[in-house]
């Protein structure tokens, strides 16, 4: 299948895909999402986090196959299907995104959203897209909801001293939190919708995921085999390797080859 390496790691069905969203490459219509093993599960989790959105799947599956296309071991992403439409020696569409947070509001009494905290993204769930609705009510009383998770939290963000700015408005499920600028210091004025997203940076360096797959040492004989057969006897002496690009390229290699072998067989 086209991109064949590429869908495995993201291991998201192809059905109603949308290329629209940052970094999104072609994955087959046929192919379904599967429901990995335990061991398999985890070695997803540490490299895309336990909960990943798709942004953040298309941003490790971008730095990992950019890395393994660098070595000499680069033939191995082609080994069930030489067809991508991703261009790996391309500059990254990352590299020109504007980790920021935006709003929309179609009522004129919430006239500004203001951030306060750090737009770092969560290696850990793997997840850099955020969007908050903000019901607001008369008196001052703000109802945020976590758009994804449905996660709801209520406020009463009037603040006498700064009429016309609210004070803090938490956002469930993330760290961070917003004033509202508005129209009126009038409490009873209090109403309207706002929409807050957010694109997260993602900072954590490649090297984390070789500490994360490493701890995971009593599930190396699932990844590698105990039989000492190719490609697998390559990719595990990669990941023995010392050097970075080699020991993270074993490890990824290892991973896509075991992926397609539970794909193909139901046997991992």
Do not use: C
Request: net charge negative; charged share 15%; no cysteine.
């Amino acid at each position: 299948m086209i991109n064949h390496a590429r869908t495995l790691l993201m291991n998201r069905s192809g059905a109603n895909q949308s290329l629209a969203g940052l970094g999104e490459e072609h994955i087959p219509d046929t192919f379904k999402a599967q429901a990995l093993p335990g061991w398999l599960k985890s070695y997803h989790a540490a490299v895309f986090g336990a909960a990943p959105d798709n942004t953040y799947l298309n941003f490790q599956v971008d730095r990992l196959l950019r890395l393994v296309h660098k070595t000499d071991y680069e033939s191995y992403l082609f080994g069930q299907d030489s067809r991508i439409t991703y261009a790996p020696r391309a500059e990254s569409a990352f590299n020109e995104v504007d980790y920021a947070l935006t709003w929309s509001t179609s009522d004129p009494f919430i006239v500004g959203v203001n951030r306060v905290g750090d737009l770092i993204a969560s290696a850990a769930q793997g997840r850099m897209h955020y969007q908050w609705s903000l019901v607001l009510a008369a008196g001052g009383a703000v109802t945020v909801t976590n758009l994804r998770s449905q996660e709801t939290a209520s406020v009463n963000a009037f603040n006498a001293s700064t009429p016309q700015l609210s004070s803090l408005i938490p956002l469930p499920g993330y760290d961070i939190s917003v004033k509202l600028d508005l129209l009126t210091g009038a409490a009873a004025a209090w109403t309207g919708t706002a929409y807050v997203n957010t694109l997260l940076r993602p900072t954590e360096e490649l090297h984390s995921i070789v500490s994360r797959v490493a701890s995971l040492a009593a599930f190396r004989n699932n990844l590698f085999g105990t039989d000492r057969v190719e490609p697998y006897l390559t990719f595990s002496g990669l990941w023995d390797q010392d050097t970075f690009p080699e020991k993270l390229a074993g490890f990824v290699l290892a991973l896509i080859y075991r992926l397609e072998a539970y794909r193909v067989s139901g046997v991992s």
